[in-house]
């Protein structure tokens, strides 16, 4: 800025002038032209071709590294990058990985501070092979491992689950919190027993809807298809259904499972399973029969349901199995046209009259009821409506001989 006889300039523009007539801050400045002045000189250092060419070859480059990162990664053209982050891979990877580890084993252990326990220091009761199958899909092994409750631990293959006294678990060491595990309130627990006979408890909760209750008893399926009604000593929750043990002739452990449980309903009580004896050290074959009995290709609880809705026609008003009903897996597999016999309810009364059949002016119901039991054993699945049939025509046809010889 430059003063000529009381007038100031920016380069040749007039800026400003002198007022001698007032003492301080006597420049009057042309405040308009001062801020365009500045203005114009701001704009062209930065609208100069130095400053141009470089803003434009940075847009460029970043156009280029986008176009390439977007073609690396598979980015279809209708989407495009709008913000790149910087990460540390390696982190990325651990956490990855770590969280991996976390969801598959959720109880896995790496270390142990304390020495496992062993077969010799517990009393196992009964073992059954986690390789056998249990299901129509599934081994004991995978069951165990889908509800998380098999432990993985390094260096240990389980292959056999067993049955211990539970008043022995605290001779076991808990994998989980490192301490001596608690004893159930139950008369029986699970263990878990590996190639090298090292033993550890499963985390296995008690159902106490049915394994405490001495009077709840469901339906029952041995390793032959034989059925039967009983309850259990012990009974722990597994997925959607249970374990339940047992002592059975001579001091033998059995041991049951059900893939789920009744949900209530259409005459049939809720909660009840449909246990299904288990291959052991004593039980060497389960029928196919059994196995594939609630099995996992049944919709939802149909099979457990429609079981037991299949089991009342063998009970009597009490609701237990009519005595020597030999019932079997047939009788209970919620499937209509499976049934190893019928139950009849018969009005011989009504039969008598319909064939004729009169004692001493009266209907002769034994009669009857000789004629029609003898054409049961002779056809035990045929439905009583066809039974009736069939011995009708009989009948009409030895009526129609007699009339044909007289």
Known sequence: MKQKSGKYYLDTLEIGTL??????????????????????????????????????????????????IEKALGIEPEYEITA???????EKILEGQKKKMQNKNQNILINLNKKLNTTKDVNIKQEMKMNSKVTDMK????????????????????????????????NLLD??????????????????????????????????????NPNE???????????????????????????????GNYGEIKVYHSPR?????????????????????????MKKEVRDLASKYKTGYRSVEEGYQEAKMHENEKGEIIENDKMKVEDIDGIANTKSHIHDNV??????????????????????????????????????????????????EQIGHEREGR
């Open 261 to 285: 449980k009744t949900i209530g309903g259409n005459g049939v009580e809720g909660n009840k399973s449909l246990d299904r004896e288990l291959e052991t050290d004593n039980i060497w074959t």
């Open 84 to 90: 790149i982050s910087t990460i540390s891979l390696k």
């Open 139 to 170: 081994t004991l092994e995978q069951i165990l491992k889908d509800d998380k409750k098999l432990p993985q631990i390094r260096n240990k293959k389980f292959i056999k689950m067993g049955i211990i006294e539970s008043d022995h678990r605290d």
């Open 175 to 212: 994998v989980k919190t490192g301490k001596q595990a608690k004893v159930n309130t139950t008369r029986y627990s699970f263990v878990a027993i590996a190639n090298d006979g090292t033993v550890v408890p499963l985390d296995l909760k008690q159902d106490h809807q049915e394994g405490n």
């Open 217 to 247: 008893i469901n339906y029952q399926v041995n390793q032959k298809g034989e059925v039967s009604r009983d309850d259990v000593t012990s009974r722990f929750k597994i997925g959607n259904g249970t374990f339940g043990v047992k002592n």
């Open 347 to 396: 009005n011989y009364e009504d039969l008598a009259i319909k064939w004729g059949y009169y004692k001493e002016g009266k209907p002769n119901l034994e009669k009857a009821r000789k004629l029609y039991e003898e054409k049961r054993k002779e056809n035990p699945k045929t439905e009583e409506k066809e039974i009736i049939e069939m011995i009708t025509e009989e009948l009409e």
């Open 19 to 68: 007022n001698k007539k007032i003492m301080e801050n006597n420049i009057l400045f042309k405040e308009r032209k001062v801020e365009e002045e500045l203005g114009k000189q701001i704009r062209d250092v930065v609208m100069s071709i130095d400053l141009r060419k470089k803003e434009i070859s940075l847009i460029e480059e970043n156009e280029k590294e986008k176009n390439l």
